[in-house]
Every structure is written in structure tokens, then in C-alpha cells.
């Protein structure tokens, strides 16, 4: 019997109709295979998993396939991103005994949850080396049943093995990051970075978001134009690419190829809350048009495609989408890519003869194409005609204000009723003005062509492709990567004057208030149509911490401070060892052969680094020295790793820039309604300044929600902005320009 119908989980839910007996992770299956004296197999993957898909149609769905299965074995599927613990414990053993690992995991297990046989995606034949998957279940079963003491022997060393690897930070000898340290960690980045096509590495090439943070804040605390120039040319690459969507905005998970030419299509909401928020600190430290641009795409993105009806933010969109032209067309075949790419007769057929020509040679389309069968990802080249206005270097963003919104709070309130959207400098050009930013020069007719012309043909491509059959979605939500999508967001709304972005994020901080968290500062991780799912994680926390801080820092509503307070104590409480290591699990979860602890940044920051920032945030805000010394004993490992693997610490080496320079805590004090606070409170939330950390409200004495407000008096009677580090005040000021040049504001 098939027992996945009555999940919450939309991967698992793909399952529910099956031949396969599965069993949901529950203590159940493991009685279950106890029972009947036989071992387990463990399936690992996740909705928008294209591998995962494959092995499921030849497999998984094959009747004989399914019978073997079912005879010898209690299958068990669980979806990682669900239960990140157990993916995290046994991908651990998979890359220990394999030196590799991926999704779909395939893992056999012992009655007793230990691993004994590993391995990712299997085919149905035997293919390139490869045993089929019904070659490899017979083999399991024959060494369950004819060598069970070598089995035993296996699984028990797998096991010590694992335990034997947590990591503590006294006996590390790990210490705080030092300059040094992240000079080195520069350096090791300057090592791997591809400077003919941006990024870090070959191929497959991923999106680093969390080492462009790193990058933007070691130029802004040391000036380091190296620093500068790899984040800003790595973003340009991505943005030309056909890693990012050239019609809706939003990227896809990596490109296969070092040039950012062909993704992996689906798209993740983590990867697209880091990244808008990327673009957005890019643009804030360097006026890029593209980078504004990019920034406030891919967060309509994240509103339009991903947003749920509950407020929150869906996981993923799967990479495959049904066939609707060629052989499969109707017959519910899913082909990856499909809904993305293009053919220049597709390209003419929606946009007529001339416009369809002069699309291709924009976007990149040939006959032979880029992908396969001839269809080409839209992307535009270098050698292109690329988007009129993205070359563009806007300034005056702080004393001008031109279009920018003068204040920052609750969309709808009295803050925020100023709030109106700048347009961006294609749309500028197309209506007209024909004005570049940096130099006041009349870009003439033809770029003010150029643009309205892009303009229509993005429009009615997008038109059409709407007629496609779209991706699934993944409508679970994920706490961790709706708190990383809060602060993206916010931030985004605040700088670009988009009320209705921030309005979005307040949206989804409440449905994690409501849904996701209960009155003891527990965390659920998912739900699903508003019920909750499981419990949650180290990332959970700390993600959403740094949302709700993020959120505070637009709005000024101190409730956001204190509902971080509280998650961020369960941290302390539950996931911290006494040397200020941390784990993903707390002490009271459920029990795993191993309690995962991961202190690395890959495909999204880790808890443990999204914790000491968080950590760092909370106390800048409130003078908490227990948050500090816990963010500066979880920035132990970072120290440890800076130099071998700059690449994989990415947010923890962010943090790090923060802690060396303060980080710098801003206080904006005055009334509400008055433009001087909102000046003020603009400026401040444009400060480059790595993890400043921003105060809003009223001139407030002693009883202030924030302590970080507390006796902050007006100046001769206009608003005033105090700033502060290392315990060390500034004497206050009314004057945005001053303040700018405190807390590292690009001026005009």
C-alpha cells in the first residue's frame, strides 16, 4: 500500500501513485522493515529535481520494477528540502563512500537507519558503467540475505565513522576572522574566478550570491576595487546569460556550461531572494542600471510566479514542463526547458518577419541553436545590442531623491504615502529623455528607439510564452527561504520606492508569524495551504531572524525586533554547544544516527552562518552582549575555512566583514511624518557599510521598543541621526550628506 496520499509535501505527493509501496520518514517504516527482517531503501529528492523526475518514470512507475521492490525492501521517499536533517546525515555517507553526491539519493539502510549502500540516479539498463537499479536491488537483497555479518560490519563502521565527525570549535582551535584572514580569503577567491566569463570555477557553474555579498562588503570596509570589479562583472555575466530568465526575470539554479549560456531551468526561491537581494547591494554601491533593473525583476518575479495565497512564497518551479510542439506535443511528455526556450521561426512567428530577426540577433537565437533540437535560451551577448539604459551609471540617489521614495514604512500608513516607483533609465530614454544618468548626455532618437522597440518584443513574448504550458510549482513553503525572501524584498521596496514589494514581504512575515511559529519561539520549517509541517531547522531560525531584522529596518516596527529576540534565543538555547559550535537540529529533535552540523555555505547560507549574522544584527539593535559573543564564537569556523574554501563560506565571510567594521548601528530619530526623518532613514538604509544595522522612530527616552533608540533626542528640533561602533558614538546629525559620508552612502 501505497502511504504517501495524506502528505504535505507536493515531491512526495508526485509519488502517491505509484506502484512502489512507499512509506513517508516515519518510526513506523523502520518497524515495519524490522518486521519483516528486511532492509530499507531510502529515495531522496525533491519537486523541481529533473533527475529525480527520470528515475521516477523508469523506475519508480515500472510495474516489475515496483513488484521487486515491494517483495524485498520497505521503500521509504522523503524530500529534502522537507527534512533537510535527514538528507543532510545520510548525503554525508553518500560523499564519503562515493566521493560524490547529488539527487536523487539512493541510500539502503538497515533496520536500525544505518547505511550500508549508496548511490544517486540509477537507470533502468545497465548504461555508461552504470548497474540498472533492478541489478543493484538484486544485489542488496542477495547480501541482506547471504552476507548479513559483512553487512552489519559495514553499516557499524558507517556509523562510528559519522559520529566521529562533529566538530567543536575549542578543540579546532578556531578563532574570530581576522584582516588577514579575509585578505587571504580575496585572494583565494581571485584564484578561482573565471575572468574571461565571471563566476568561480568550470562547469556546472552556480550563481554565488553569498560570495558577492562578501565581495561588496570587502570593498566597501577596504576599498578593494578587486573586490568590486568580480562581483560587479560575475552579476553582468549572470544577467546577459541565459542563466537568467531574459523575459520574466529570475534565474535558474546553475548553468551547465563556465559561459552562463544553458541553465538547469528550474528555479529556486532561495537563490532568487539572494540574488535580488545581491543586485539590489550592487546597485546600492555603484548606481548600475542593469544591476537596479535585474534587482526589481527578479523580485516581481518572486511575487508574480511564486507567491501562494496565503501570502507566503513557494519553493520551486520544476525545470520540466510538458511538451506543445513536435512529437510530444499533448501526449504529457515533460521536457526540460521547454517552456524557456525559443527557435528564430517561434521568435518570427510572434513577432513578424523584421521584429523576429532582430530579436534573434538580440537574444542570441540561431538555427543551430543553443540547446537542443535546435532551440536556442534567450540571453544577450556581449557582441549584442543588449538593453538600452544598462550601461548606465545612475547617481544622485541620495541628495536628489529624484523619484526615490521618501519614506520607507508600512506601505499604506502615513510613512509610506509619499512612496512612488522611479522608473528605470530604459523607460526614460524610451519616453524621450534620452539622458544618461552619469553624464547628462542626450543618448538621441536611436537609443530611445532601441528601448521602446526591446520594450514591445519582451512584452509580447512574454505574451506568448504565458500560452505555454507552464512548469509545475512547489507550493510548499519553506520558513528558511521565505525569511531570506522577506529581507530581499523589504530592502528592495525601501530602495527602489516599490511599496507594494514591501507590502509583499510584511505579507509573508506574517504568515510566518501566524503559520510557522509558536508562543515558545519554535519554529515550524513547512506548510502547506496554511497547515504546518514539520519541525524546523537551524537555517529556519536564523533565516527568518534576519527577515524579520531586515523588515524592521524598512519599517521601524519593533515587534519584527522582538519576534527575532525570541527565535533567536531558541538558537541559543537548543542548537548551541558550550563551546559556541552549532548544530542544524536542536537538542530535543528527533534522534538521527547522527546530529547534522554543517557549517558551510553552498547552494544557500548555512545555519550556522546565518545565525552568527543574525546574532550580530540582534545585538547591534539591542546592546546584547550574550548575541554578540555567540555570533563571534560561531565566526570561529569561518576563520578556520577563509583561506581553504572562500568559495563555500561565502555568508560567513560576509559576516565576518560585518563584525570588523562594527558592525555600524544607525539610529534615525524623529517624527514620522516629518520628510528630515525620511531623508534621513533613506540615507541610512543606502549606506554601504557592511551589516550596518538601522533604528527608526520617534525621539525616544528610556522606555523606546529598540533599545538602540533609547535617548536619541532631536537636534535644535529637526530629526536627528545618531551612528555608533565599537562602542563608540558619533555626535549626532541632521544633515543627509553628512550621514552618507559616515556610513559609506554613494552621493550624487
Not at 558503467?129 to 547471504?146: C, H, I, K, T, Y
Not at 510538458?322 to 517552456?339: D, I, K, L
Amino acid at each position: 500500500m501505497n502511504r504517501l496520499a495524506g502528505v504535505t509535501s507536493p515531491y512526495l505527493l508526485q509519488h502517491a501513485d505509484n506502484p512502489v509501496d512507499w512509506w513517508p520518514w516515519t518510526p513506523e517504516a523502520f518497524e515495519e522493515a524490522r518486521r519483516r527482517d528486511v532492509p530499507v531503501l531510502l529515495s531522496v529528492g525533491y519537486s523541481a529535481c529533473h533527475w529525480c523526475h527520470v528515475m521516477a518514470h523508469e523506475s519508480f512507475e515500472d510495474e516489475a520494477t515496483a513488484a521487486q521492490l515491494n517483495e524485498h525492501f520497505v521503500a521509504v521517499k522523503v524530500d529534502r528540502e522537507e527534512r533537510p536533517d535527514v538528507d543532510a546525515v545520510y548525503m554525508e555517507a553518500v560523499q564519503a563512500a562515493t566521493g560524490q553526491g547529488g539527487w536523487p539519493m539512493t541510500v539502503f539502510l538497515t533496520p536500525d537507519a544505518a547505511p550500508f549502500y549508496f548511490g544517486t540516479y540509477f537507470p533502468p539498463e545497465p548504461r555508461h558503467g552504470m548497474p540498472s537499479f533492478r541489478q543493484v536491488l538484486e544485489g542488496v537483497r542477495a547480501a541482506w540475505d547471504e552476507r548479513r555479518d559483512e553487512v552489519g560490519e559495514v553499516a557499524g563502521k558507517i556509523v562510528r565513522d559519522l559520529a566521529s565527525r562533529s566538530l567543536s570549535l575549542g578543540s579546532a582551535g578556531a578563532r574570530p576572522p581576522s584582516e588577514e584572514d579575509l585578505h587571504a580569503a580575496l585572494l583565494g577567491l581571485t584564484r578561482e574566478y573565471d575572468a574571461s566569463y565571471g563566476g568561480f570555477g568550470g562547469a556546472p557553474k552556480f550563481p554565488p550570491s553569498m560570495v558577492i555579498e562578501f565581495l561588496l562588503r570587502h570593498h566597501a570596509r577596504t576599498g578593494s576595487e578587486g573586490a568590486l570589479q568580480m562581483a560587479r562583472d560575475t552579476c553582468g555575466a549572470m544577467a546577459r546569460g541565459g542563466i537568467y530568465d531574459q523575459l520574466g526575470g529570475g534565474f535558474a539554479r546553475y548553468a551547465v556550461d563556465r559561459t552562463f549560456t544553458v541553465p538547469h531551468f528550474e528555479k529556486m526561491l532561495w537563490d532568487n531572494a539572494l540574488l535580488c537581494r545581491a543586485y539590489a547591494h550592487l546597485w546600492r554601491a555603484t548606481g548600475s542600471a542593469l544591476a537596479r533593473r535585474v534587482a526589481l525583476e527578479t523580485a516581481d518575479f518572486l511575487v508574480r510566479e511564486l507567491r501562494t495565497s496565503e501570502g507566503g512564497f513557494a519553493s520551486a518551479l520544476d525545470a520540466d514542463s510538458p511538451a506543445f510542439e513536435g512529437e510530444g506535443a499533448g501526449s504529457g511528455r515533460h521536457v526540460e526547458g521547454a517552456y524557456y526556450v525559443w527557435t528564430p521561426e517561434q521568435l518570427r512567428a510572434v513577432l513578424g518577419e523584421e521584429d523576429g530577426r532582430w530579436a534573434a540577433e538580440a537574444f542570441g537565437v540561431t538555427e543551430e541553436g543553443s540547446f537542443e533540437e535546435g532551440a536556442s535560451v534567450l540571453r544577450l551577448p556581449a557582441d549584442g545590442p543588449g538593453l538600452p539604459g544598462d550601461d548606465v551609471v545612475e547617481s544622485g540617489v541620495v541628495e536628489s531623491g529624484a523619484g526615490e521614495s521618501d519614506a520607507v514604512g508600512r506601505p499604506g500608513g502615513a510613512a509610506a504615502q509619499s512612496m512612488e516607483a522611479e522608473p528605470d533609465a530604459a523607460t526614460e530614454q524610451a519616453a524621450g529623455t534620452g539622458r544618461t544618468a552619469d553624464t547628462g548626455q542626450a543618448g538621441g532618437p536611436e537609443q530611445a528607439a532601441d528601448a521602446e522597440r526591446m520594450r514591445s518584443v519582451r512584452e509580447r513574448l512574454l505574451a506568448a510564452r504565458e500560452q505555454r504550458p507552464r512548469p509545475g510549482r512547489d507550493d510548499k513553503i519553506v520558513a528558511a527561504w521565505n525569511g531570506l525572501t522577506v529581507a530581499a524584498l523589504a530592502e528592495t521596496g525601501a530602495y527602489f520606492g516599490r511599496p507594494d514589494l514591501v507590502e509583499a514581504a510584511l505579507d509573508a512575515a506574517d504568515l510566518l508569524v501566524r503559520v510557522h511559529m509558536d508562543q515558545q519561539g519554535r519554529l515550524f520549517r513547512t506548510s502547506r495551504d496554511g497547515a504546518a509541517g514539520h519541525a524546523g531547522v537551524l537555517e529556519d531560525y536564523a533565516d527568518v531572524a534576519e527577515g524579520f531584522l531586515a523588515l524592521y529596518s524598512v519599517t521601524g516596527e519593533g515587534v519584527w525586533v522582538e519576534f527575532a529576540g525570541l527565535l533567536l534565543d531558541t538558537v541559543l538555547r537548543h542548537f548551541t554547544a558550550e563551546d559556541g559550535s552549532l548544530y542544524d537540529t536542536p537538542d530535543d529533535g528527533e534522534p538521527l544516527i547522527r546530529r547534522p552540523q554543517d557549517p558551510t555555505d553552498n547552494a544557500h547560507p548555512s545555519g550556522w552562518s546565518a545565525a552568527a549574522g543574525a546574532l550580530l544584527g540582534y545585538a547591534a539593535l539591542t546592546g546584547s552582549s550574550r548575541h554578540r559573543e555567540a555570533a563571534e564564537r560561531a565566526l570561529g569556523v569561518v576563520g578556520a575555512l577563509a583561506a581553504r574554501a572562500p568559495r563555500f563560506i561565502g555568508w560567513g565571510l560576509a559576516v565576518a566583514e560585518a563584525a570588523l567594521d562594527g558592525p555600524r548601528e544607525v539610529a534615525v530619530a524623529g517624527p514620522e511624518a516629518d520628510p528630515a526623518t525620511a531623508a534621513l532613514h533613506r540615507t541610512a538604509l543606502l549606506g554601504t557599510a557592511p551589516g550596518a544595522v538601522v533604528a527608526v522612530g520617534a525621539p525616544a527616552a528610556a522606555e523606546a521598543d529598540v533599545p538602540l533608540l533609547r535617548d536619541r533626542p532631536l537636534v535644535d528640533g529637526r530629526p536627528a541621526a545618531y551612528v555608533c561602533r565599537h562602542f563608540t558614538c558619533d555626535a549626532p546629525t541632521a544633515e543627509p550628506s553628512e550621514l552618507a559620508r559616515r556610513v559609506g552612502t554613494r552621493a550624487g
